[in-house]
């Protein structure tokens, strides 16, 4: 994050947060932050299938925040695809 | 991961996942692999406080899972503490 933009990128954030849930194919999007070190933030983010993720990645509050976050962010996403081994829904 | 472990160590880590979530001041405990790489395993917690940690460490469930990934993990685990911004219930 560049320096003093967290309440701004946090803003941006709940936009994307509440339009991400309100998505069918969205089972889990939430937002965590590093308490110590670069104080990254982590989405964590379950779908019930692809094509529940292709279309999170057509959605206009998806394009919104990654165009906001574009200029907040000091770097790009880091992402790491994980499958679900035991996650409560 | 040790090699041919994984069947192994997702057993033990049932065992945790349940008594985990059976824990009071446990909110989520979930339990995700990556899907490629080093195909890490990913412990995805919250807790109410940090007496509910403190509670959680001192359980038999998860010193017996402690025990019995030290001999399967092929390293120590790697810790990231991180606050819940935006994290539904």
């Known amino acids: 994050m560049k320096p ?9 954030a709940a936009q994307a ?7 069918t194919g969205v089972l889990h999007y939430d937002l965590w932050r590093e308490t110590d070190g670069e104080r990254r933030y982590v989405f964590n983010e379950l779908y019930t299938d692809e ?8 959605s206009d509050h998806y394009k919104a925040f990654g165009m906001a976050a574009r200029d907040l962010a000091a770097g790009r ?12 829904d």
């Open 4 to 12: 003093g933009q967290a309440d701004a990128f946090e803003a941006a």
């Open 17 to 23: 947060v509440a339009g991400s849930r309100a998505e």
């Open 51 to 58: 094509a529940a993720i292709e279309a999170h990645r057509g």
């Open 77 to 88: 996403p880091e992402i790491h695809v994980l499958s679900a081994i035991d996650v409560a």
